[in-house]
């Protein structure tokens, strides 16, 4: 047929009547139908038409990809356009946005968009984000788009304490999907008078004033060499005096007097401290986590002998502390044998012929005691908040050590310093911590887009129910027949759906907490004085849940 017409006939033989186009006019490829000698064979005319609907083809392709990649530019201008609006208040982070959103009807809902696809979102709660760097960078890498102010967020950081601010009635209508880095009421582990006057095991006596001014002049007179720190909650102007010398009248200035650990522990001749990463992902139930790779080791700049109050230098350690490489036994450690900063200490501990293991028994066992005796506070706290699941808190732990190795805990610190700008060396370490801590709490999750899109299929990627339910004796026996037995929780038929929920969150954890270490429950390998009578119902079932997975899985036993 298509011989026949481009030698000019028609399908009945008849001849064309007017010259016609197998192109379009506009066509920048203009071919008009012409008679053509009979001396062409037939293979000829095939192969002239064959060409003739090549460019018919190949012109109507470079239409229609011109068209797509028309629009396909100016969304991507678009989605970059929105990617590169950069806060005034950050402009070293071009992914760090005010809040500017696009509409996404398929999920009654603003979203934002990286090539096409919805991603993530974190509201970074801070008047200044300069100190925020490597939190930024972090949320970054896994995938998160950075807002400044209320929109459509999945995970909030705040840096202050958020709770008693404009803020609350965002976190109040929060869902199981959202997390913010904090809990109501962690003040009571992190305020410096409340942790200090707790009368705990490893912190230095310390007295409320003016309330304790009685109690602490008694002590004072048995103990008259002892010499004491005057603190606030600001944690500033430190200074050592002897308790005659101190004004206890001034109430408006001080908070507390504490017993001052004249005795530390030195390497090369200074005095140091050891910060350690804690996680609490959980209250009720409990569930505290340490990180387990890596310590923060921080130095005074002067030595501590002869030791002159009035030289803070001494025995203050402030921003500007001396790094772990410029102590001259550490040097080699850190710089050649590129050990770790705990590794580094706990290698220094044994050539002095001290147990470094002890030490860090020690320190997991002052965190339990610590969470523990503020767990009732901390829930107390969260008491107006619908949804416990949401929080979660990561601190920093900071002790000091005597010359006997008797460990003491200085203070707590809330939104610990995570910025390198004055030590460059503990970038990577911190972008660690913040990341470590991410995965734990499932913020940095193993799925593409943000969690409130995640299918159950996607969900049960990561659980499902028979990986919390564990087969115990009782469930088969009939002693749970009636579910009234703590140990009845654990069963497929007597667990809840909100027991359910707690025990999947956990399971979670465990196969997330990458360099983390569970510190309570106390993992059923450690040793503990714990009564379980004392606990709390929903500590007790937690406990139980994981022993039972430990006797399944020596894995969870740690």
Not at 342 to 363: N, R
Not at 373 to 399: C, G, L, T
Not at 422 to 447: D, K, R, S
Not at 489 to 507: N, P
């Amino acid at each position: 047929m298509l011989v026949h017409r481009l030698r000019g006939g028609s399908e009945s033989g008849g001849s064309t009547s007017r010259k016609s186009s197998i192109m379009d006019r506009g066509s920048p490829i203009h071919v008009r139908m012409m008679r053509l000698p009979r001396s062409l064979n037939a293979a000829t005319l095939m192969c002239i038409g064959a060409a003739i609907l090549a460019l018919y083809i190949a012109y109507h392709q470079h239409t229609l990809e011109s068209s797509v990649n028309s629009h396909h530019s100016d969304l991507s201008a678009k989605i970059d356009m929105l990617q590169t609006t950069v806060d005034s208040h950050n402009p070293g982070h071009p992914h760090v946005m005010d809040n500017v959103k696009v509409a996404d009807a398929s999920h009654g809902q603003n979203v934002f968009l990286r090539n096409g696809r919805a991603v993530p979102t974190l509201w970074l709660m801070a008047k200044s984000v300069h100190h925020l760097n490597h939190v930024i960078t972090v949320f970054e890498r896994i995938g998160y788009q950075i807002i400044r102010q209320a929109g459509q967020f999945d995970a909030i950081w705040s840096y202050d304490y958020p709770f008693s601010s404009g803020w609350k009635q965002y976190i109040l209508a929060m869902k199981d999907h959202q997390k913010i880095n904090h809990f109501p009421g962690s003040g009571y582990i992190t305020n410096k008078m409340s942790l200090s006057t707790s009368k705990l095991t490893h912190l230095p006596k310390a007295y409320e004033i003016p309330k304790d001014v009685a109690a602490l002049k008694k002590f004072a007179a048995g103990n008259p060499d002892k010499m004491w720190v005057m603190k606030s909650n600001d944690h500033r102007g430190i200074k050592i005096k002897k308790l005659a010398d101190m004004d206890l009248s001034d109430a408006g200035r001080l908070n507390f007097v504490q017993e001052f650990v004249g005795n530390p522990f030195l390497i090369d001749g200074r005095k140091f401290d050891i910060g350690v990463y804690v996680t609490i992902a959980s209250v009720n139930p409990l569930r505290v986590y340490m990180y387990e790779e890596e310590v923060l080791l921080r130095f005074c700049t002067e030595p501590y002998h002869p030791l002159d109050v009035t030289n803070v230098a001494k025995y203050v350690i402030g921003d500007k502390y001396t790094p772990t490489r410029q102590i001259p036994s550490l040097k080699e450690s850190i710089d050649s044998r590129h050990y770790s900063m705990k590794q580094t200490l706990s290698m220094h501990l044994k050539s002095k012929g001290f147990d470094s293991e002890k030490l860090w028994a020690a320190i997991r066992t002052c965190i339990r005691e610590v969470v523990t005796d503020k767990e009732k506070d901390i829930i107390h706290s969260m008491a107006s908040y619908p949804n416990p699941s949401i929080f979660f808190e990561m601190v920093r732990f900071d002790f000091v050590i005597d010359d006997k190795m008797q460990l003491w805990l200085m203070e707590v610190n809330m939104s610990p310093n995570l910025s390198s700008a004055v030590h460059p060396e503990n970038a990577i370490m911190y972008e660690q911590v913040i990341f470590n801590t991410l995965a734990l709490v499932g913020v940095a999750h193993h799925t593409a887009g943000p969690s409130s899109r995640l299918t159950p299929e996607e969900h049960a990627m990561g659980v499902r129910t028979s990986d919390v339910v564990v087969p115990v004796d009782e469930c088969h026996t009939g002693v749970c027949d009636g579910c009234a037995k703590d140990i009845c929780m654990l069963c497929a038929g007597c667990m809840s759906d909100s027991q359910k929920k707690i025990f999947k969150a956990a399971f979670l954890e465990y196969s997330s907490r990458r360099s983390y270490r569970r510190v309570y429950p106390i993992p059923p390998n450690e040793s503990s004085k714990s009564d379980d009578k004392s606990l709390s119902t929903p500590n007790k079932i937690m406990a139980l849940w994981y022993k039972a997975k430990c006797q399944h899985n020596p894995a969870w036993c740690v």
